[in-house]
C-alpha cells in the first residue's frame, strides 16, 4: 500500500513562494510518474503538473507555467512543488499523486491511482 503525504501548505500574500513536499512511503515510487493537483472550494480538482519518473518529462498547467517547478527525488522517494509568484486565485487544497501504472505519465485524474490527503495552500491578495 502506498501512502502519500503533502507538507509545506501555509497562508502567504500574492507574490510570495511555497514549496510543497510529498514523501511517499510503503512502496518505492522511483518507477511511476508523480503528480500534483488541486481543488479550490467549489470547484473540480485540476492538474496542476506532473514529471515522469526518471524526471526527463514534465507538464504542467497553463495557468501555472513559469510560475511552479516540479521536481523529485527518487533516493529519498519525495516529490517537490516549487510555486512562485502566487496568486490568489491559486488558493486550493494541493494533492500529491503517483500514476497508477509505472514508466507511463499522465496528466488526467483518472491515470493516477494513488493520492495524499492534501496540503492547504493560501493565497491572500
Known amino acids: 500500500q502506498v501512502h502519500l503525504v503533502e507538507s509545506g501548505g501555509g497562508v502567504v500574500q500574492a507574490g510570495d513562494s511555497l514549496t510543497l513536499s510529498c514523501a511517499a512511503s510503503?512502496?518505492?515510487?522511483?518507477?511511476?510518474?508523480m503528480g500534483w493537483f488541486r481543488q479550490a472550494p467549489g470547484k473540480e480538482r485540476e492538474f496542476v503538473a506532473s514529471?515522469?519518473?526518471?524526471?526527463?518529462?514534465?507538464h504542467y498547467a497553463d495557468f501555472v507555467k513559469g510560475r511552479f517547478t516540479i521536481s523529485r527525488d527518487n533516493a529519498k522517494d519525495t516529490v517537490i512543488l516549487q510555486m512562485n509568484s502566487l496568486k490568489p486565485e491559486d488558493t486550493a487544497v494541493y494533492y500529491c499523486?503517483?500514476?497508477?501504472?509505472?514508466?507511463?505519465?499522465?496528466?488526467?485524474?483518472?491515470?493516477?491511482?494513488?493520492w495524499g490527503q492534501g496540503t492547504q495552500v493560501t493565497v491572500s491578495s
Open positions: 499523486a503517483a500514476h497508477g501504472s509505472p514508466l507511463r505519465i499522465g496528466i488526467r485524474d483518472e491515470d493516477f491511482g494513488f
Open positions: 510503503g512502496r518505492t515510487l522511483s518507477s511511476y510518474a
Open positions: 514529471i515522469s519518473w526518471n524526471s526527463v518529462t514534465t
